[in-house]
């Protein structure tokens, strides 16, 4: 079974760092895309950066590019999410998720862990 756990969230301030992680099992983890998404109460979850299986491409929503970073490690089945000067509005929960291809899954999300950035 698809399970992802994700860890690491906390409070933090404004200009703050802070680095996800998230485990995934279940399935053969070198195969597929990760992806990070995020979700504030009552809007809907947006996918902030993604990692390829092969040649690990990284692409980024124009609202974290150039503040975080994605990387995975196949051996430990796990991708990270390293974030940096954070701002107020970077506060939500944050999930992983696999895709394949260009299809992204919508199934089997984890609990997430959630970023609090406030002073």
């Known amino acids: 079974q698809v399970h992802f756990v994700e860890s690491g969230g906390d409070l933090v301030q404004p200009g703050g760092s802070l680095r996800l992680s998230c485990a995934a099992s279940g399935y053969i983890f070198d195969n597929y895309n990760m992806a990070w998404y995020r979700q504030v109460q009552g809007n809907q979850r947006e996918r902030v950066a993604t990692?390829?299986?092969?040649?690990?491409?990284?692409l980024y929503a124009d609202s974290v590019k150039g503040r975080f970073t994605i990387s995975r490690d196949n051996a430990k089945k796990t991708v990270y999410l390293q974030m940096n000067s954070l701002k107020p509005e970077d506060t939500a929960v944050y999930y992983c998720?696999?895709?394949?291809?260009?299809?992204?899954?919508?199934?089997?999300w984890g609990q997430g862990t959630q970023v609090t950035v406030s002073s």
């Open positions: 990692i390829t299986s092969g040649v690990r491409q990284t």
């Open positions: 998720n696999r895709g394949y291809g260009k299809v992204w899954s919508d199934e089997n």
